[in-house]
Structure formats: structure tokens, C-alpha cells
């Protein structure tokens, strides 16, 4: 298993103050030959206080309040996050369609796990939620601390969403993907965590 960080992002200009903005991604993936177990997600689902999106193709859930504090990323700290079925978060607006451009895409600031044409019509749920519980503050925490030169992280709370067996336009199910991203802040400092399975 490898994990990687994006390196540090120069401090920013936050609402009233200068802080040091930093937003690291660490890519939890495995060898081609062997997908990530769904035991080491993040809780989701039925069992869990997730939300979901209904059954569709290209809609959006959002905007969604975030805890407090604000998330940062890169130069602004957001108090709502959009989720879209498309395997992708954005902060600005939701994404109501995929499109193969590349990215930086105009619809603004995102996150993309896993951008594309996702449809979840006939099989698959986009669960989503924020939590404090902590056991999984205390997961993050670790997985930050075995990090190589990382000072210590301490999140306020964690912005878990799982792309739970989706399919692919139009209405295929018969090849299906699971992932995660999870987001986590102390308001100074966020991450973002990709799990894969399948």
C-alpha cells in the first residue's frame, strides 16, 4: 500500500488573518492486482447517519453546511461543499454534467476522485456525511501521523462521501466502481483521503 502527499501550499490570505493554507491529498491505493477491502473504508451506508443522492445521472446535492471550522482550500476557507454524482466535490457550484475536458474545469474549485460519467440510475448509492465520531477522528489522526515529516493534525471533523458500487452512463451496471473521499480540517490545515475498492 502507498500513500502519497502533495506538498504544502504557500500560506494564504484568510478571512481577516494570515494563516498557513495547506490541502494534501494521500492517494490510499494498492497493487493493480488487488483492490482495497471495503473493511478499511470509512463507515457508510444504511448503518451509518448518511445521506444519499437519489438514483440519477449528472445531479448534484448541495450546497451542504459545513461544521465549523471553515474548510480551507488553497487560497479560500468554505463553509459548504457541493457532492455530485460524477465523482467529483466542488465548492463554488454543483456540476450537473460530466464533460471530458480537462482539467482545471470552469464550473470552479473541485475535488474529483473519480471524474467521470457516472450513473447511478439502476445500481449504486452516492452516500455522504459529516462527522465528529472518535473512533474515525482518531483513524484520520494516525494515518496523518505516519506521514513523513507532517506536523501533528488534529480535525475538527471529517466530510466522508462514498461512491458505493456506481455505474456508468447510460444506465450500465455491468461494471461497477467503489471509492471514497475524505475530507478533514482543523481549520489551518485540510486533507483529503481517496479510497478505491473494486
Known amino acids: 500500500m502507498r500513500s502519497l502527499a502533495l506538498p504544502k501550499v504557500p500560506p494564504q490570505l484568510s478571512v481577516a488573518r494570515t494563516v498557513a493554507h495547506v ?3 494521500i492517494l490510499i491505493i494498492s497493487s493493480c492486482a488487488q483492490a482495497i477491502p471495503l473493511e478499511d473504508f470509512y463507515s457508510f451506508g444504511s448503518g451509518t447517519p448518511d445521506a444519499q443522492l437519489p438514483p440519477n445521472d449528472d445531479e448534484f446535492a448541495g450546497p451542504i453546511d459545513l461544521p465549523a471550522p471553515a474548510l480551507p482550500f488553497y487560497d479560500e476557507p468554505y463553509e459548504t461543499i457541493f457532492v455530485n454524482n460524477n465523482g467529483l466535490l466542488s465548492f463554488l457550484k454543483g456540476v450537473s454534467q460530466f464533460s471530458s475536458r480537462r482539467f482545471p474545469l470552469p464550473d470552479g474549485k473541485l475535488i474529483a476522485p473519480f471524474w467521470a460519467d457516472v450513473d447511478t440510475t439502476r445500481t449504486g448509492i452516492v452516500w ?3 462527522t465528529t465520531e472518535a473512533d474515525l477522528l482518531g483513524r484520520f489522526i494516525d494515518m496523518v501521523a505516519r506521514l513523513q515529516n507532517q506536523d501533528s493534525f488534529t480535525p475538527s471533523y471529517l466530510f466522508i462521501v462514498t461512491w458505493d458500487h456506481v455505474g456508468y452512463f447510460f444506465e450500465n451496471i455491468d461494471k461497477t466502481n467503489t471509492f471514497q473521499c475524505v475530507l478533514a480540517t482543523d481549520g ?10 473494486d
Open 23 to 25: 490541502f494534501a491529498v
Open 128 to 130: 455522504y456525511r459529516s
Open 188 to 197: 489551518l490545515k485540510s486533507y483529503a483521503v481517496f479510497l478505491y475498492a
